[in-house]
């Protein structure tokens, strides 16, 4: 290979490294970005004890209290939430349960042939990320970005159905639905989707309707 | 839009790159290039996960001629999948249950690999080819959920068959197109410890369209 031909080819090499750059810079400004809004963090899962005869599940007995998960991980009733969402809440799972066909139990709750117990809880995260601007793009794949700080509040509803007749370790779940997302600046907001997510947590357990 | 403006960066970069070459592809002792942009099309598992199509896609090939009508080198290049989910996913786990949530899935393939091709037709003409590529792909892949982030990046080994054509234009350079089918045989556990653990063999078909030239 002669001189020319060297200096040809590192010139090649070099616009093949302009190239290869530009294109990461355009790819990555190309990548697909999610501009979320917090109905898209949405999240409804549900589990269950696939053990369990839920034909033969007819009634309900649901405390009008919601609770919360305390520090140490223990139950305690949920003092921050105000009486309209609570009563939301509680309205929804009802609706939702009579349409599943289980009847609610006016007597004593260990009686009914499930507990339903509704717990709230909310926590606030910090979330670090980058701000480019245009000028970030005169810079190598994630050379230059401001620091960012985000701030927000999760909101999350549990619903457990537990079996009255079992008690301590063995008052094992027959159905779990947990309900999670980004809390809007709207209560209205919030408790639209709150009802949706519940709404959405049987829809998605066909089973708990059994042969009712 | 996007993908025009890639196409538009590909074709002026590529053809910035274009000096006095010779002709024909395949003359042994000379280093040939392609830069080509990609569309891929997942298959197998990679369709379970996502089943867009990539439209977000380069490559890079760089051959030397080693006898007449063949070459080895070596190729790179990256391909972005990605798909916007909403649904529910039945949970096959213990105990069994379903989760409903708008998901954003991304996988990123950046393969690097050795080749070797052979070369059809005579000098000046079209030059149908068949090659082989093998080597690794890196491969990030990434479910977003709710707020929850979940990445699982890994180093996966593969091969890539592939058939393409190149046209000369005029003595200069030429036009290349290919198709490969990149099969990544390392099985992969991903989003290990999470409730969407899965064993997966990622796979997709490349279509390539791009520019080619051939050192002195």
Redesign the interface.
Known sequence: MNK??IK??L??GF??L???S???I??Q????Y?N?TPE???????????GTNFSSLVTYALPDTIYAFGNNGDIVPNEDISSSSANSILNSIKSNMQEMGYEEFSGNPSDADVLVIALANSSS?VSGGCYYSYWSYWYPYYGWCYPVAYT?T?GSVFIVMLDPAKTGGDNKAVW?AGC???LSTTNASNQSRINSDIS?AFT??PYLRGSK | M??K??FK??LL??I??L??LSSSLAQAGH?Y?A?TYQVSFPTGDTKDFISDPSW?G?G?DFRYGVKKDITVGFVTG?N?F?E?VQG?TQ?E?D????????S?R?INFVPVMLNAHYYMGERGQYRPYIGLCAGGYYVDQEI????ADIINDSWEWGVAPELGVVIPVDRTWGIIFAAKYNFLFTKETVFSGTQLEKDITNGYWGIQVGVAWQ??
Request: glycine share 6%; aromatic share 22%; with cysteine.
């Open positions: 020319t031909s040809m080819f010139r090649k616009i093949f302009l190239f290869l530009a294109s990461v355009v790819l400004s190309c990548y697909p999610d979320l898209d963090t949405d999240v409804v899962i549900t589990f269950y004890d696939s995260w927000y999760v779990f999670n997302g980004v959405q998605q357990s | 996007k993908t403006i890639i960066w590909f970069l590529a910035c790159g000096f006095p280093w290039g830069a977000r380069f890079l990256w972005i990605y916007q529910t949970l786990t105990p069994p249950g379903a989760i409903t949530s708008l954003n991304y977003q959920i709710g707020i050192s002195y």
